[in-house]
């Protein structure tokens, strides 16, 4: 009789293992390999000071939308609207700034505030009607884009164009402190300031731990003691002060208020999200994840750029590291 070959259940054990590890780690290897092999390809164009500000600058605003979307979903949220509301911030605070001349700190004040308020109404779809998430929020992005276009009369919020009534604006020009807002070293320094908050909030206080238990199981974290609507209602909040910034950001960067200009960074921002979620097993949202996660779709961007890649290959690519994030999620998340 021929012998049968029984696996070694240690080396199983250890491919097991293994597998682990490159699923915990791929955003990392991948960003790691991105490096050399751009570096490879393009040498010092690639890896020059300049090149690594422009990934630093690209990445930041999606980074901060990305904290948004991590404290969101870390109670087992999903926000599909928060850059049509960033599109409001946008027009709110340059509108503040250019059309009835408040000071550069009230205008951030006021963009905060309103961003507030308006996030009542995702929390009251969410919490009072109990509509799911996805479905209040896809709602939510026609009614944000509906309200900021009447707001701002269909046009951009921009130096030379007139209030939407006809009245001339009381500032005719953006002072260098509002441009500065959104270029380095502060873009890059608010973002780091941002992922170090929600870091710190999520990882180390009482309330990030309750927020991070309601995510792994609304249930038992109710079962527990855990004032389930208050702590997602605590999470919309910091969520839409996430949101404001990152309209300051978007406006300050492109010097207006453009129609939708916050809009087109939903994908990367959820991208970098989900690639954060795997790193180090993390299995959760997480800042420090996103940080990187984030940093992986800008250098990507970057370096196919750098190598003539055509624009339009760059959503598939974006899509792509989306999808690859995906399954480092949930490929070996077992059945419950």
Known sequence: MQATLKPNPLATKQNKTFLRFLLDWAAVITLVLCFVAFTLLKGNRFMSVNNMINILRAMS???VFGI??????????FDMSACTLASCSAYVFVSMYLWYGLPLWACILVCILVTLVMYQLTMFLILVC????????????????????????????????????????????????????????????IMLVCVLIAYIFLEYTKHGRFIYAMGGNKQAAKLSGINVKAYRYLAGMITAVFIAIGGILVSSRGS???????DDYLMQSLAAVFVGRSVGGAEKPNALGTLIGAMLVSTLENGLTICAVPYYVLPAVKGAVLALALVAAYATKKDQ
Do not use: N
């Open 61 to 63: 605003i999606t980074t």
């Open 68 to 77: 948004a979307a991590t404290v969101t979903m870390a109670p087992d949220g």
């Open 130 to 189: 109990k509509i799911p998430d996805m479905l209040a929020t896809c709602a939510l992005m026609f009614v944000h884009q509906g309200l900021g276009q009447w707001y701002i009369g269909g046009g951009a919020v921009s130096t030379g164009m007139r209030l939407p009534s006809g009245a001339s604006p009381v500032r005719t020009k953006l002072e260098p402190s509002f441009s500065a807002i959104g270029r380095e070293p502060w873009l890059i320094v």
């Open 256 to 262: 207006s208020a453009q129609v939708m200009c916050c």
